[in-house]
């Protein structure tokens, strides 16, 4: 059975010649997943768009006292959390998302972020490219902040 | 960017932020810029607040007494400042756009006078310490949140920009290419027209073209 992956993929094939590929998209790794983690530690949706993440229908129920009801933090044993990583594919592409987990783990990521099951509300925190989605418009602005540092350092080496 | 007015009601509690009024660029242009800010904003004042932290320059914000951190925890809520009990004043945090950028705050909503008594607009007092976490008339974002908001406009301003490539064929200065790129990004300092222009993909593709990105 095919895994369920939650995950976003930059590709870094098309750069200007000489750019530091491999450690730039490792900084930009870091930094996404920093600044998700952030984002959704105080309820916020790492998505563009989405805002808050949905109040639980039922805080009784769900978190009934194993948490607190708010913020809404995708948090409980942080096991999925935990799994929410960066990884470089060829020295070219960056791939973001949940990585390395288990199948229950990866399942239960999937539903808070697509939204499958209609019973628990979509908490989206990696962008679905297939529905035109990307990262937070300050996480983007740290992404071009990174993407700088490379061209300025391709300038440096080149007045020496 | 500048913010220019504020207010507190029942239904409606915003700071009105000038982004575009002194910029010459198309109205789409414009638009994008208010879209990108806007969001931005949000977020940028979600992350801050759920910290517990002001996104305003210069505001601190006090603990909360005993008896609400109490009331708080019992609620099933954090025990810190992060103006939050229920969710419903954050959950309705929004912006619309006007003429010259954006209206932030809450509008339309019931939650609106809730955000007033932190943030004091109207000058009614409710015996809740300020917690400014909107900006009021002459106040800033904090410095990090401005960077962010002038490098947004300027890559818009970038984006927006058409360069000649056989005036480019004629660059061979510093001097000659931040004339050039003076002409397409008005209003830009030469610092911000280096940042915006490296900032962007398809402006840093080009001058490594035509073997140009070194004279910036």
């Keep these: ?160 | 960017m500048k913010v220019t007015d504020n207010q507190g009601s029942e239904k409606k509690t915003t700071s009105t932020i000038d982004l575009v009024s002194d910029l010459k660029l198309p109205n789409d242009v414009k638009t994008k810029i208010k879209q990108d800010v806007g969001d931005y904003l949000i977020e940028s004042i979600l992350t801050s607040v759920g910290h517990a932290e002001s996104p305003i320059d210069g505001e601190s914000w006090p603990a909360l007494n005993k008896e609400y951190r109490k009331k708080k925890v019992e609620a099933g809520s954090s025990p810190i400042p992060n103006m939050e009990l229920s969710g419903d004043m954050l959950d309705s945090l929004t912006y619309k756009n006007t003429r010259d950028g954006i209206e932030l705050g809450f509008i339309g909503t019931k939650e609106a006078w809730k955000a007033d008594g932190h943030l004091k607009f109207s000058g009614e007092e409710n015996n809740t310490p300020q917690r400014r976490f909107l900006p009021a008339a002459g106040q800033e974002f904090t410095s990090k949140i401005q960077q962010g908001i002038e490098r947004i406009i300027a890559d818009n301003i970038a984006e927006a920009s058409v360069i000649d490539n056989a005036k480019l064929e004629r660059v061979s200065t510093k001097a000659d290419l931040y004339t050039l790129l003076s002409n397409s990004f008005p209003g830009l300092t030469r610092a911000e027209i280096k940042s915006a222009t490296l900032r962007s993909v398809s402006m840093s593709e080009l001058l490594a073209e035509y073997d140009l990105l070194d004279l910036l």
């Design chain 1, 1 to 160: 059975m095919a895994k369920t992956k939650v995950t976003v993929k930059f590709d870094f094939s098309k750069l200007v010649e000489g750019y530091p590929t491999r450690s730039i998209a490792a900084a930009v790794g870091q930094t996404v997943v920093k600044m998700s983690k952030e984002m959704i530690e105080v309820g916020a949706s790492p998505v563009r768009g989405r805002r808050r993440f949905d109040a639980y229908k039922n805080p009784k129920k769900y978190p009934a006292g194993k948490k607190p009801s708010r913020p809404v933090n995708l948090n409980l044993t942080g096991e999925m959390l935990d799994a929410l990583d960066y990884n470089i594919i060829d020295n070219k592409l960056l791939e973001i998302g949940i990585l390395n987990a288990t199948k229950e783990v990866n399942d239960r990521a999937k539903t808070h972020n697509t939204g499958s099951n209609p019973n628990i509300a979509r908490r989206a925190f990696v962008p679905m490219g297939s529905m035109g989605e990307t990262y937070a418009k300050r996480i983007i602005d740290a992404i071009l902040e990174i993407y700088k540092k490379g061209l300025i350092d391709i300038i440096n080496k080149s007045n020496k």
